[in-house]
């Protein structure tokens, strides 16, 4: 009919992202079920990393822990945290000193535990000494570990950043810079921890020391 058609552009409307939300958990099982029969039609069971469970399977990191409670009678409570890197469960257990009206027992079961602030669970690079564990409603500070753990954590210092020279070093260096140089930064931690002048500053005295620096003590006690 000797008309010319031009093309018309027509805006198409971007798809809409329906999110659906996951519901809690319903009781049964862990809520990685729950979720295992969120995403799929036909419940699957749940992969696992078979490399983690082989090579981390005699691994367990212990710390001894008090309980951070209002309650007065709970600060004379000792606390054993067992974390099994094998599958990254926590179990707690009492220990009960004598004549002291407790019994040594499974506090809480094995099972694993999520931090309440990052939503994630915990995992073997968030324990050290000092830190503090939110398992379920209790909360716990861990004060010391055993020798294996130590020598684990040793072993790993690319998970664990207090048993590596690099990270403790930033760490320490990044006190100097409230001071004018780092000299007078070194200056100042040699006043504090050789306070007599004796020129000679045993183990014991650096710990004491460095305590008038908090976020530098735990480190300084875990590497000790």
């Known amino acids: 009919m000797n008309i010319e058609l031009t093309?018309?552009?027509?805006?198409?409307?971007?798809p809409q992202k329906i999110i659906h939300p996951i519901p809690p958990k319903n009781g049964i099982g862990s809520e990685e079920d729950t979720l295992l029969s969120?995403?799929?039609?036909?419940?699957?069971?749940?992969?696992?990393d078979m490399n983690k469970m082989f090579k981390s399977d005699k691994h367990i990191l212990r710390f001894k822990?008090?309980?951070?409670?209002?309650?007065?009678?709970?600060?004379?409570?000792?606390?054993?945290?067992s974390f099994y890197c094998r599958d990254d469960t926590?179990?707690?257990?009492e220990l009960a000193e004598r004549n002291s009206g407790r019994q040594s027992?499974?506090?809480?079961?094995?099972?694993?535990?999520?931090?309440?602030f990052t939503k994630k669970?915990?995992?073997e690079k968030d324990f050290s000494v000092g830190c503090t564990l939110y398992l379920n409603s209790f909360i716990f500070k861990c004060l010391d570990n055993d020798e294996y753990?130590?020598?684990?954590?040793?072993?790993?210092?690319?998970?664990f950043t207090d048993c590596n020279i690099d990270s403790i070093t930033s760490r320490l260096r990044l006190a100097s810079n409230k001071y004018e140089s780092y000299e007078s930064y070194l200056v100042e931690c040699l006043k504090n921890i050789d306070t007599y002048g004796k020129e000679y500053v045993p183990k014991e005295n650096i710990v004491e020391g460095l305590k008038r620096y908090k976020y530098l003590y735990y480190i300084i006690l875990y590497n000790y």
């Open 149 to 159: 753990t130590k020598k684990y954590m040793k072993e790993n210092p690319e998970v």
């Open 121 to 123: 669970f915990y995992c």
């Open 105 to 116: 027992c499974k506090f809480m079961e094995r099972k694993k535990h999520k931090n309440p």
């Open 7 to 14: 093309p018309v552009k027509i805006k198409k409307n971007p």
């Open 90 to 93: 926590i179990m707690v257990y």
């Open 65 to 81: 822990s008090k309980l951070i409670s209002s309650v007065g009678s709970d600060e004379e409570r000792n606390f054993l945290i």
């Open 38 to 48: 969120v995403y799929a039609l036909r419940p699957m069971a749940k992969i696992k």
